[in-house]
């Protein structure tokens, strides 16, 4: 799996629209995205903008996947937002020979490949997942130093049974404790040129002392080879919210959105979902509206999974007829 990452650049298109002359300390913050989610990156990147109109940004978004269309959206963001937007197109091709799963492809390792092409040029990176919104300003990132650790983190919202084997699972005694989300990631670039952490994740992704270990993929390589090297960075920046909770509110306190600055909606229903109809949306729609995608049309469910949970909310938001017609998909085909 050696050099996995080189030569993957296909083109690069900057479209800098930034004020030049602004002495304000810039933040880089990047995402990686398949075209399943590239006009949600676009709608997370509105959503930046539009709560911190007195801060400076670069965002950097990498792709496998860019069409004459979402391209020129990307451009009307920059320009009409006056913001710094660079598209790289990616192959991705030996991506694809890593471990995946139905929910989590090869697009997740694309942040690799982020960090790699970055850290000749940047000292640190904001890394987020396209299914984070912002809610206020995230100026304070920009203040973090990280000296010598390897990056800024957000603990992970593990379960029970999840943080009770996670030590025997990735051979770390006390891991549990520090285990963070990959979602949002305050990369120090230093450390990640000096560490050589990609040639070292993916020795570890071939190593037999990990076969059949990695229930996470690159998130669980990320804690391995990151322990006791992180700062901890408030929950309000990568609060975890499981649009699937909704149907068990009687049985469990949501956390209040209003408090937190970067919404990360992870789990199988997103905010972009047909059935995903709850006010703990409207960040989102808000977002997606002010954005050029503002056209984009909910996404019905797909595959199995997603058919599955379609039922179960529509049953939930008394939408009888969708959710017979999400029964008979499911079953039927």
Known sequence: MDNITM??????????????????????????????YLFASGISITSILLNNDNSAFAFHVFTDFLDSENESKFKKLAKNRCADIILYLIDCKK???????????????????????????????LYLDADIFCNGSIEALNDIELGNNACGVVKDALGKNEKA??????????IEDHYFNAGFLLLNLVYWRSHDVTH???????????EGKLVFFDQDILNILFFGKTINVSAKYNLLYDLNHERKRKNCALP??????????????????????????????????????????????????????????????????????????????
């Open 7 to 36: 030569n993957v650049i296909k083109e690069i298109k900057e479209y800098k629209y930034a004020p030049r002359t602004q002495n304000k300390k810039k933040l880089d913050i990047a995402y990686g995205v398949d075209e399943k």
């Open 95 to 125: 991506l694809k020979n890593l471990p995946c799963s139905e929910r989590l492809n090869y697009s997740t390792y694309i942040r690799f490949i982020i960090a790699d092409q970055l850290c000749g040029s940047k000292d640190k990176i």
């Open 165 to 174: 084997t996670l030590s025997m699972r990735l051979d770390i005694p006390g």
């Open 200 to 210: 070292k994740a993916f020795a570890l992704f071939g190593s037999k002392k990990y």
């Open 256 to 333: 209040d959105l209003n408090v937190s600055v970067l919404i990360h909606y992870f789990g199988i229903t997103k905010p972009w979902h047909s059935w995903a109809n709850y006010p703990s949306c409207d960040l989102f729609k808000k977002a997606q509206a002010a954005s050029e995608w503002k056209d984009h049309l909910s996404i019905p469910p797909k595959i199995f999974e997603e058919l599955k949970i379609c039922a179960k909310h529509s049953f939930y938001q008394k939408n009888y007829i969708n959710w017979i017609k999400s029964h008979a998909k499911y079953y039927f085909g």
